[in-house]
């Protein structure tokens, strides 16, 4: 619940926004600093929403003495607008946008990272709200939703379209088990209706020769210690780039030569990830820590106070000693491992934990322990075998 203070202290921003109350009761700011009150109920097995007034003639307590007024007379069978019966009373559906602001605060609310809500939330602003924001949510149609989307298709965004898909289908779906509305036409709609995105890996290279080649490059490499560093032990942990850029003393377990990174800090899965360190590897991170004694991050920014290195400073770094993005990515070092140790014959199902993909069916739900004693001696086996490259 909210109070007067917090009321008054509500600023108007770009776009109009809303601040719950409680029991259906929010305030609505506007960008030219008006404060109505909105009450949202359901009424006929549909959501409505009311007006209740301005702030601040309108008081907080005025407002939820009318909402309590309301609740009342809805019990009674009475539509609380016109105070009249229900068989007798119009009343306004809502909008699309309406329905997306109620789906999107019950998520942001939920599980989901603060990045990926703002994910959503650009997506939605650029590609939903401006089709559709003022629609009755079912004046909404299958076609409507298609030529949306072959809009965006038709562009050659076809991640961006995959995920505005996936973001309707679940906003209408929020909207059915709700029962603002009685279907979802999202769900109509097939897939082959839009292009087929071609699968490309990231570059990278296979070959010991070229293997060789990239290692020599990589040593050449100049630029802030963070950086260098950084770059010369990924090929060894062939983590995603934002894992590594990131990476924390408190994630690195010494005795165990382990590196565990918690479930927030992974980009896919939102699971736990442990990386056993080779020897090498805690050779480097050990100097490294020596000389970094003031910061939590094992690579620091030394632009950005408390921030870490970028990732993109990383792949600058490669292409400034000559490693184009035809040979190969930072990405590309964790294709590069997947395809050499699948070769070496070491199991497929350590493999995939390492770079840490899903693994589907009950093999997903295997002894990750017995994996991880498998994948210390495989991690030690690869360092050794980009050491022993660059020796030759």
Same mark, same amino acid.
């Given at each position: 619940?909210?109070?007067?203070?917090?009321?008054?202290?509500?600023?108007?921003?770009?776009?109009?926004?809303?601040?719950?109350?409680?029991?259906?009761?929010?305030?609505? $700011?506007?960008?030219?600093?008006?404060? $109505?009150?909105?009450?949202?109920?359901?009424?006929?097995?549909?959501?409505?929403?009311?007006?209740?007034?301005?702030?601040?003639?309108?008081?907080?307590?005025?407002?939820?003495?009318?909402?309590?007024?309301?609740?009342?007379?809805?019990?009674?069978?009475?539509?609380?607008?016109?105070?009249?019966?229900?068989?007798?009373?119009?009343?306004?559906?809502?909008?699309?946008?309406?329905?997306?602001?109620?789906?999107?605060?019950?998520?942001?609310?939920?599980?989901?990272?603060?990045?990926?809500?703002?994910?959503?939330?650009?997506?939605?602003?650029?590609?939903?709200?401006?089709?559709?924001?003022?629609?009755?949510?079912?004046?909404?149609?299958?076609?409507?939703?298609?030529?949306?989307?072959?809009? $965006?298709?038709?562009?050659?965004?076809?991640?961006?379209?995959?995920?505005?898909?996936?973001?309707?289908?679940?906003?209408?779906?929020?909207?059915?088990?709700?029962?603002?509305?009685?279907?979802?036409?999202?769900?109509?709609?097939?897939?082959?209706?839009?292009?087929?995105?071609?699968?490309?890996?990231?570059?990278?290279?296979?070959?010991?020769?070229?293997?060789?080649?990239?290692?020599?490059?990589?040593?050449?490499?100049?630029?802030?210690?963070?950086?260098?560093?950084?770059?010369?032990?990924?090929?060894?942990?062939?983590?995603?780039?934002?894992?590594?850029?990131?990476?924390?003393?408190?994630?690195?377990?010494?005795?165990?030569?382990?590196?565990?990174?918690?479930?927030?800090?992974?980009?896919?899965?939102?699971?736990?990830?442990?990386?056993?360190?080779?020897?090498?590897?805690?050779?480097?991170?050990?100097?490294?820590?020596?000389?970094?004694?003031?910061?939590?991050?094992?690579?620091?920014?030394?632009?950005?106070?408390?921030?870490?290195?970028?990732?993109?400073?990383?792949?600058?770094?490669?292409?400034?000693?000559?490693?184009?993005?035809?040979?190969?990515?930072?990405?590309?070092?964790?294709?590069?491992?997947?395809?050499?140790?699948?070769?070496?014959?070491?199991?497929?199902?350590?493999?995939?934990?390492?770079?840490?993909?899903?693994?589907?069916?009950?093999?997903?739900?295997?002894?990750?322990?017995?994996?991880?004693?498998?994948?210390?001696?495989?991690?030690?086996?690869?360092?050794?075998?980009?050491?022993?490259?660059?020796?030759?």
């Amino acid at each position: 619940m909210i109070n007067d203070t917090q009321i008054k202290n509500l600023k108007p921003k770009e776009k109009l926004y809303r601040v719950t109350d409680a029991l259906g009761l929010r305030i609505e $700011i506007n960008p030219n600093g008006t404060k $109505i009150w909105r009450y949202v109920f359901r009424w006929e097995g549909k959501y409505t929403m009311l007006s209740l007034g301005h702030y601040p003639n309108t008081s907080l307590r005025k407002a939820r003495q009318l909402r309590d007024d309301y609740k009342q007379m809805l019990q009674d069978g009475i539509y609380p607008k016109h105070n009249n019966s229900k068989n007798d009373t119009k009343h306004k559906q809502l909008t699309f946008k309406e329905v997306y602001e109620i789906w999107f605060d019950k998520m942001k609310k939920g599980n989901w990272k603060p990045s990926y809500a703002l994910d959503v939330e650009q997506r939605a602003e650029m590609y939903l709200l401006p089709a559709l924001a003022d629609k009755p949510i079912d004046a909404i149609d299958t076609k409507m939703l298609i030529d949306l989307l072959l809009k $965006i298709d038709e562009q050659g965004k076809f991640d961006t379209r995959q995920k505005i898909q996936s973001i309707l289908t679940r906003i209408l779906s929020h909207a059915v088990g709700m029962l603002i509305t009685k279907s979802n036409p999202a769900r109509e709609i097939s897939s082959d209706l839009f292009s087929k995105k071609e699968k490309k890996n990231f570059t990278h290279v296979s070959t010991p020769k070229d293997i060789k080649l990239l290692l020599s490059m990589l040593e050449q490499a100049i630029g802030t210690t963070q950086v260098t560093i950084a770059l010369k032990i990924a090929p060894h942990l062939f983590l995603r780039p934002s894992e590594l850029a990131g990476l924390r003393w408190s994630e690195i377990h010494w005795d165990e030569k382990l590196i565990r990174i918690p479930a927030e800090r992974m980009k896919i899965d939102n699971k736990p990830h442990i990386v056993p360190m080779s020897n090498h590897v805690v050779e480097v991170l050990t100097k490294l820590k020596a000389s970094n004694l003031d910061s939590t991050l094992c690579f620091p920014s030394p632009l950005r106070n408390g921030r870490s290195i970028s990732t993109n400073s990383i792949l600058q770094a490669m292409r400034k000693v000559g490693v184009d993005k035809e040979l190969s990515t930072v990405h590309g070092f964790r294709h590069m491992a997947v395809t050499n140790l699948n070769e070496k014959g070491y199991n497929g199902d350590a493999i995939e934990l390492q770079v840490a993909h899903e693994i589907s069916g009950v093999r997903g739900v295997y002894n990750h322990a017995k994996y991880l004693e498998e994948r210390k001696p495989m991690m030690e086996d690869w360092s050794q075998f980009l050491l022993n490259l660059l020796a030759e």
